[in-house]
């Protein structure tokens, strides 16, 4: 005989459903916004609940009723069991069992009330890569139960011989999904000439942001950087989000094959209605002088497309998780993921959570946006202690006003007024685009990374994560602070910085720093770069050890030279 072990509550702490739908109700636009790190004119949760269905219902309209509309998509438990456990479904009926005892007797639990569709594990484990990496972290016993009824309540009752603790470790009801709304560009406009000009985070000469004159120098020094460095075109770069264009000229050549973790073939992998991804990607790697459009922070790394979203661009922590695995095991160095969930709202990201621990321990750097509200907390992915959290700053080195902040905030970059690729197949005509939010200071984080690895692959992650946050500019309070964590992104400073002692790979011509076999502009303005910030990569004239007068007056010698005329 069953005996009954009523939880009620806690799967959603008591909250009933329609309590659900006043709190979406309370917190503001920019707060919705906020959970995909975008900044749209009109922001909307979506409620309806599976990724494989096709949600068309707003919060305002599911709570005109307090209840869900009869049309309204099921919604899915996400669950993660103990080990040895099993998960069945047998005649609607969702049933967990335990080992047996001595007697037998399995230990079973039922889900009283929640009427199943199927179960489904959330990872395939004959595709993972490091699969005993995988076991050990538990991602084997993550499972996906879809619900059958869509009106399904919130306050579940598990009912069993034995108490649900000893079965499984975590159980979450998930109704709402994440709203992707993609954004109306803030300015749109058709490119003839390149406008690198107008990249102010790239290269800050002053430019004016919602008529706002910028502070020159105010960027991440690319300009300098990329004389320091040859193609990026070793490392590969997933961006986790909602698919990336395959037409967009300034994507061309840039691409490797990605992975569609939504709806359809697991190879469509371009993006719908939201171009959301694209921009993303452009931030990375937008091709560098080919005479159109914009320019990428990198040098031409590879972008890997993993679609996370359906049709609607909504997703599950349970959907992005797969795409962080899938990315891991097919050659990604490092993930870009601009967007996010709140843990109290939305629940159940402990399964991503699993997913980037595997990524992190498998030695890919993983960044993140904060989020796009300074009224809630960072959100998740962003807020996992593997993940470099992201805030946004403005044309002045101040933090941008919807930036969300605290104490897992890593690091902060440009993020206001960036222009970027745009391919809304609703305007065609519109190739590029002008936005804000830390959905673009993110893929900056992650290009400007994938910069210095490609020239030190011999860092770590952890390594590279700490480069990046030592060599930032100090914003606000002196050292580490909730708003702009470590300080604003310095690209230049963290490739100077990975070199100590001016280390450059040089070996056969004093002062050729980017290896062509000439002492050239290029050169030249790397050796004034250097000797301004104080490196010892510029001195180049006795008295060594220090930087001088004499190492300016040697190395104008040494200008307009070859290597065959000043070898080492």
Not at 24 to 42: D, K, Y
Not at 319 to 325: M, N
Request: aromatic share 8%; hydrophobic share 45%; glycine share 12%.
């Amino acid at each position: 005989m069953l005996q009954s072990s009523r939880i009620e509550g806690t799967v959603l702490g008591g909250e009933s459903e329609r309590e659900m739908h006043r709190r979406f109700q309370m917190r503001t636009a920019a707060a919705l916004s906020a959970a995909i790190c975008l900044t749209p004119a009109v922001a909307s949760v979506f409620v309806c609940a599976s990724a494989y269905a096709e949600p068309t219902q707003t919060d305002t309209q599911a709570d005109a009723a307090g209840a869900p509309a009869a049309n309204e998509p099921a919604g899915r438990l996400v669950t993660r069991l103990r080990p040895g456990v099993e998960i069945r479904v047998v005649g609607g009926v969702a049933e967990i069992l335990g080992v047996a005892g001595e007697d037998g007797v399995r230990p079973r639990v039922v889900f009283e009330g929640f009427e199943a569709a199927g179960v489904r594990p959330v990872f395939d484990m004959s595709t993972i890569g490091n699969p005993e990496l995988a076991r050990e972290i538990g991602l084997d016993r993550y499972f996906v139960i879809e619900a059958a009824n869509p009106e399904q309540r919130a306050d579940l009752v598990f009912v069993g011989t034995a108490g649900l603790d000893e079965l499984v470790e975590y159980v979450r009801y998930r109704r709402g999904m994440v709203d992707w709304s993609s954004a109306e560009p803030e300015g749109a406009f058709t490119v003839d000439d390149p406008s690198f000009d107008q990249q102010w985070g790239l290269e800050n000469t002053g430019q004016v942001v919602d008529d706002i004159e910028g502070t020159p120098g105010v960027d991440v020094g690319a300009l300098y950087a990329w004389m320091l460095v040859g193609s990026t075109e070793s490392i590969t770069v997933a961006v986790i989000d909602a698919g990336v264009s395959d037409t967009h000229p300034d994507l061309m050549g840039q691409l490797v094959a990605g992975a569609n973790f939504s709806d359809g073939a697991m190879d469509e992998w371009q993006h719908g209605l939201n171009d959301h991804g694209t921009r993303v990607a452009g931030v990375i790697s937008a091709v560098q002088n080919n005479g159109i459009g914009i320019s990428g922070v990198t040098r031409g790394a590879k972008i890997m497309p993993v679609r996370v979203l359906n049709d609607l661009n909504l997703a599950f922590p349970s959907d992005a998780a797969p795409g962080v695995i899938w990315a891991t095991d097919n050659g990604a160095d490092i993930i870009n993921m601009s967007f996010g969930w709140d843990e109290e709202v939305f629940g159940g990201v402990e399964v991503l959570q699993d997913a980037i621990e595997y990524a992190h321990q498998s030695g890919l750097l993983l960044v993140a946006s904060s989020g796009n509200s300074p009224d809630i907390d960072v959100l998740f992915p962003a807020a996992f202690s593997e993940v470099m959290a992201v805030g946004a700053t403005d044309n002045r080195d101040k933090l941008w006003l919807n930036s969300t902040t605290g104490p897992e905030i890593s690091i902060t970059a440009p993020g206001k007024g960036v222009l970027m690729l745009a391919a809304n197949p609703l305007n065609p005509g519109v190739l590029y685009a002008e936005g804000n939010g830390t959905s673009f200071a993110a893929p900056l984080v992650a290009g400007a990374a994938a910069v210095i690895w490609s020239m030190h692959p011999e860092l770590t992650n952890i390594e590279l994560q700490a480069l990046l946050e030592q060599t930032a500019v100090d914003l606000g309070a002196p050292g580490f602070d909730e708003l702009y964590g470590n300080g604003r992104l310095d690209l230049l400073n963290a490739l100077l910085s990975a070199n100590p002692g001016g280390e450059f790979e040089n070996p056969t011509c004093i002062g050729d720093y980017d290896n062509d076999g000439d002492i050239d502009l290029n050169d030249l303005l790397t050796f004034l770069v250097l000797f301004t910030d104080g490196n010892s990569g510029a001195d180049v004239a006795p008295p060594f050890g220090e930087l001088d007068f004499f190492d300016v007056l040697e190395y104008l010698n040494l200008f307009g030279t070859d290597c065959g005329e000043n070898p080492l």
